[in-house]
Structures are given as structure tokens and as C-alpha cells.
């Protein structure tokens, strides 16, 4: 019997459908039969909180994340995740406000990139997640030397996201854009890529990228499912 897990979404809602259908598929691939994770969600209005990003009101979302872990607490959870990365943010000051597990995304990817021999990440995310070291720092302290784009192309990658990504719009023009950044981060020493927004899998794969490709919503359902049943990845 596994323990209760809390996810905390809808930022964006397409980041959340996809950690579901994960989260269901490893549990169904681990267990087989009928199996499902037994798991509560709350999923926020993600206009509000991508407002406040964008007016660096990150103390608003900070203390507004922290309520709806503790809720999510109350509720029967007992490992919370966060399903998006660049919430990560304030993810340590929500863990100082639970008396459970959060289970960190940039935490099991660098676990994930140093078990695999990769040293030198190449990191394609929101602005936020490229260019603060609440994501970056975490890597670093895996020994782990992240390599981003260069500025003109993180802003068009953070409209990207946000205009298309979030709202579950897919192109053939952004796929090729984000095919040439990878290709790009490869030509400048990257041995690895990390899908560092939980949207960019829609785009990027190890089928159209030079580089091994780590998709951070995989890897964080991993070690959600992991830390859910009590076994280390």
C-alpha cells in the first residue's frame, strides 16, 4: 500500500494532464491489474499566478502555494509534488510549511543526469528556470554544469510556453525553433538536453534532437511514484 500523493497543478493545466496520464501509466506499468495512484489534486486558476510571475509578485506565490500544500496536507496527502517547474521557486518555503515530503523536480533530474554520466546539461525552460539559480544552483550542486541559450532566444522559447504551450497549442514553426536551440546548445558543448518546462515535451524528443533528451515530467513522476511506494530510483 502506497502512500497518498498530493499534486499541486494547473500551472499551466496542460502540465497537469500530462502528469496525470503519467503518473497513471507508471503506476499501471509497476503494478498492472486496475491499479491507479491513489492521489489528490488541486489544480489552481493559473491566470492569477501567471500575473503575479510577471510582476515579480513571488511572495504571492509563494504564500498562496504554501496554503494549498498545507490543504492538500490535511486533506491525506503524504508526498506533495509540484506539477510544473518553475514554481520551484518557492519550493523550499513550502517545504518548510509541511510536515511531508515534497519531492523536488530538479532534484530527480540531476539525480537522473549524474546516474546516467551526463555532466554538462543543456537547459530549455521558462525564463525564470534558465536564468534564476533556484533551478540552476540545484544542478550545480549535482556537479552539474548547466549551459542555457543565449537571451534573444530565451525570450522567444518563454513566449513559446507561455503563448502557445500552456494553452495546449502546438506548431510545426515553434517545434522547429525549439529543434534549433537544441541543436544549437549541442553545437556549444552540451552532452545532454533537459526539458526544464513540463509543456516542452510536446515539442522536443529524442527523436528530433541531437542530444539525450530528459524530460523533467517524467522523471519527477518517477520519483514521485518512487517516493509514493518508499523505493529509491
Same mark, same amino acid.
Request: aromatic residues 6%.
Given at each position: 500500500? =502506497?502512500?497518498?500523493? =498530493?499534486? %499541486?497543478? +494547473?500551472?499551466?493545466?496542460?502540465?497537469?494532464?500530462?502528469?496525470?496520464?503519467?503518473?497513471?501509466?507508471?503506476?499501471?506499468?509497476?503494478? +498492472?491489474?486496475?491499479?491507479?495512484?491513489?492521489?489528490?489534486?488541486?489544480?489552481?486558476?493559473?491566470?492569477?499566478?501567471?500575473?503575479?510571475?510577471?510582476? =515579480?509578485?513571488?511572495?504571492?506565490?509563494? $504564500?498562496?502555494?504554501?496554503?494549498?500544500?498545507?490543504?492538500?496536507?490535511?486533506?491525506?496527502?503524504?508526498?506533495?509534488?509540484?506539477?510544473?517547474?518553475?514554481?520551484?521557486?518557492?519550493?523550499?518555503?513550502?517545504?518548510?510549511?509541511?510536515?511531508?515530503?515534497?519531492?523536488?523536480?530538479?532534484?530527480?533530474?540531476?539525480? !537522473?543526469?549524474?546516474?546516467?554520466?551526463?555532466?554538462?546539461? +543543456?537547459?530549455?525552460?521558462?525564463?525564470? *528556470?534558465?536564468?534564476?539559480?533556484?533551478?540552476?544552483?540545484?544542478?550545480?550542486?549535482?556537479?552539474?554544469?548547466?549551459?542555457?541559450?543565449?537571451?534573444?532566444?530565451?525570450?522567444? %522559447?518563454?513566449?513559446? @510556453?507561455?503563448?502557445?504551450?500552456?494553452?495546449?497549442?502546438?506548431?510545426?514553426?515553434?517545434?522547429?525553433?525549439? @529543434?534549433?536551440?537544441?541543436? $544549437?546548445?549541442?553545437? $556549444?558543448?552540451?552532452?545532454?538536453?533537459?526539458?526544464?518546462? *513540463?509543456?516542452? +515535451?510536446?515539442?522536443?524528443?529524442?527523436?528530433?534532437?541531437?542530444?539525450?533528451?530528459?524530460?523533467?515530467?517524467?522523471?519527477?513522476?518517477?520519483?514521485? @511514484?518512487?517516493?509514493?511506494?518508499?523505493? !529509491?530510483?
Amino acid at each position: 500500500m =502506497g502512500k497518498r500523493i =498530493g499534486l %499541486l497543478g +494547473g500551472m499551466s493545466p496542460t502540465s497537469s494532464q500530462l502528469y496525470y496520464a503519467e503518473l497513471c501509466r507508471l503506476t499501471q506499468a509497476r503494478f +498492472g491489474g486496475l491499479s491507479s495512484p491513489d492521489l489528490i489534486l488541486r489544480s489552481l486558476d493559473f491566470a492569477p499566478v501567471e500575473q503575479w510571475m510577471r510582476e =515579480g509578485e513571488w511572495d504571492s506565490i509563494r $504564500d498562496l502555494l504554501i496554503r494549498e500544500a498545507q490543504m492538500l496536507e490535511r486533506a491525506g496527502a503524504e508526498v506533495i509534488a509540484l506539477a510544473t517547474n518553475t514554481m520551484h521557486k518557492v519550493a523550499d518555503n513550502i517545504q518548510d510549511h509541511l510536515s511531508v515530503s515534497l519531492v523536488h523536480i530538479a532534484e530527480a533530474t540531476a539525480a !537522473s543526469l549524474v546516474a546516467k554520466g551526463h555532466r554538462r546539461p +543543456g537547459l530549455i525552460a521558462t525564463k525564470f *528556470t534558465m536564468e534564476q539559480s533556484f533551478y540552476t544552483g540545484r544542478l550545480s550542486a549535482n556537479a552539474l554544469e548547466t549551459l542555457v541559450p543565449e537571451r534573444g532566444s530565451r525570450s522567444l %522559447l518563454n513566449g513559446i @510556453i507561455f503563448d502557445e504551450l500552456c494553452k495546449g497549442i502546438v506548431t510545426e514553426e515553434s517545434r522547429a525553433t525549439y @529543434i534549433k536551440v537544441a541543436a $544549437d546548445l549541442a553545437f $556549444d558543448g552540451a552532452d545532454s538536453l533537459i526539458l526544464g518546462c *513540463t509543456e516542452v +515535451g510536446l515539442l522536443l524528443n529524442e527523436s528530433n534532437t541531437p542530444l539525450p533528451v530528459f524530460d523533467t515530467t517524467t522523471i519527477h513522476c518517477e520519483a514521485i @511514484i518512487d517516493a509514493a511506494f518508499n523505493e !529509491s530510483n
